[in-house]
């Protein structure tokens, strides 16, 4: 069974950081990209970062290029999202996603079966 888990949400004051975590498990293939997407209140969800596990190539939205960091551990299941420079507008609850292949490759939306639960991010001005 998958299961893909965020942890390290919370409060934080404009200006800020957090680092945010994402464990996927019971895939039965080594996830090639895996990815951060973020849905504000009232809001569509929006893309964060995602990286290629192997190439380590990352890939950034435009409202967080040069804040957050996305990186992965040696084993490629575990993700992190280092987030600096914090926003009022950064506040969403953030979700993982263990296969973003095909939403890197032409726009699909990220598979299902591979969504965390997600993490609350709230940042007060």
């Known amino acids: 069974q998958v299961q893909v888990v965020e942890t390290g949400g919370g409060s934080v004051q404009a200006g800020g950081s957090l680092r945010l975590s994402c464990a996927a498990s019971?895939?039965?293939?080594?996830?090639?990209?895996m990815g951060w997407f973020r849905q504000a209140p009232g809001k569509e969800r929006e893309f964060v970062a995602a990286?290629?596990?192997?190439?380590?190539?990352?890939y950034y939205g435009d409202p967080v290029k040069g804040r957050f960091t996305i990186s992965r551990d040696n084993a490629g299941n575990t993700v992190y999202l280092q987030m600096n420079d914090l926003k009022p507008e950064d506040t969403a609850v953030y979700y993982c996603?263990?296969?973003?292949?095909?939403?890197?490759?032409?726009?699909?939306?990220?598979?299902?079966?591979?969504w965390g639960k997600g993490t609350l991010v709230t940042v007060s001005s």
């Open positions: 996603n263990a296969d973003v292949v095909r939403y890197l490759a032409n726009g699909d939306s990220p598979g299902q079966a591979y």
């Open positions: 019971g895939l039965t293939f080594t996830s090639i990209a």
């Open positions: 990286i290629r596990t192997t190439s380590g190539n990352t």
